[in-house]
């Protein structure tokens, strides 16, 4: 299904170009990167990796916050393969001195929603929807993915995991000391409001080597689902808590 008639089965407004963009306000002081669609494009986010389809898009609704101008649409299903067949539509920004380098510590906050028709899919099936990439595509990177309709943070095993609702956006908060030392690596996670027990509170390693990471944000599913439809709302990336709360 086109981004136009998926819009349309979910009741979605898209803004397909910047014509009409909203302006976006100058950084917060901390605020080191505001990827949340404000702009009603795609323009904050300087690299896209899709199946060459239409499905990722800024949409004027849903919106995770009163304020927010838009938020970012992605839809992945049979047909947007890349190379490994695996269904992807994710935005990212290359590694640079913003994130995520040994010894960093950065704050992120981000919301997600999965609409009502989010189909059922097994336990053996994965949707990852923010992972930390390796600059050199070494495995194991920090990443949050779907199993089935349980969410887990994931790095060298499962270090915390979540049911998600659909039909309902869902909020995350995380401070991140990003280190490949296990002594030094840690991750402090809020979700909905409430702090959760990461890694049950102990350290581990947030990058798989010391050549750094870089975010991407979107869908990347296993090969064969269905068609299935996400949105990310307010990602920022900043030096303090108060930097990427929404102004």
């Known amino acids: 299904m086109g981004l136009a008639l998926a819009a349309l089965a979910l009741g979605l407004s898209i803004d397909a170009g910047s014509a009409s963009a909203q302006p976006t306000s100058p950084l917060a002081p901390g605020l080191l990167f505001a990827g949340d669609f404000d702009s009603c494009d795609l323009s904050q986010w300087p690299q896209r990796q899709d199946g060459g389809r239409d499905d990722i898009a800024a949409v004027r609704s849903p919106l995770a916050q009163a304020g927010s101008a838009c938020s970012g649409y992605f839809s992945t299903g049979r047909g947007d393969g890349i190379g490994d067949t695996a269904p992807r539509n994710e935005l990212y920004r290359p590694r640079d001195a913003i994130c995520c380098n040994e010894g960093d510590v950065r704050w992120l906050r981000w919301s997600v929603r999965l609409e009502r028709d989010w189909p059922y899919a097994p336990p053996r099936f994965f949707s990852t929807i923010l992972q930390f990439k390796s600059t050199d595509a070494s495995p194991g990177q920090m990443s949050f993915i779907l199993f089935g309709e349980r969410l887990t943070l994931r790095r060298g095993g499962d270090r915390w995991s979540v049911r998600m609702t659909r039909g309902r956006w869902h909020d995350f908060v995380m401070r991140v000391r990003f280190s490949r030392r296990r002594d030094r690596g840690s991750v402090r996670l809020w979700y909905d409001g409430r702090r959760q027990a990461v890694n049950r509170g102990r350290r581990f390693a947030t990058l798989a080597n010391g050549n750094g990471a870089y975010v991407k944000l979107g869908l990347y599913r296993s090969a064969g689902l269905p ?21």
Not at 227 to 235: E, I, K, M, S
């Open 227 to 247: 068609r299935a439809t996400l949105h990310h709302d307010d990602f920022r990336i900043g030096t303090t808590h108060a930097s990427v709360e929404p102004g």
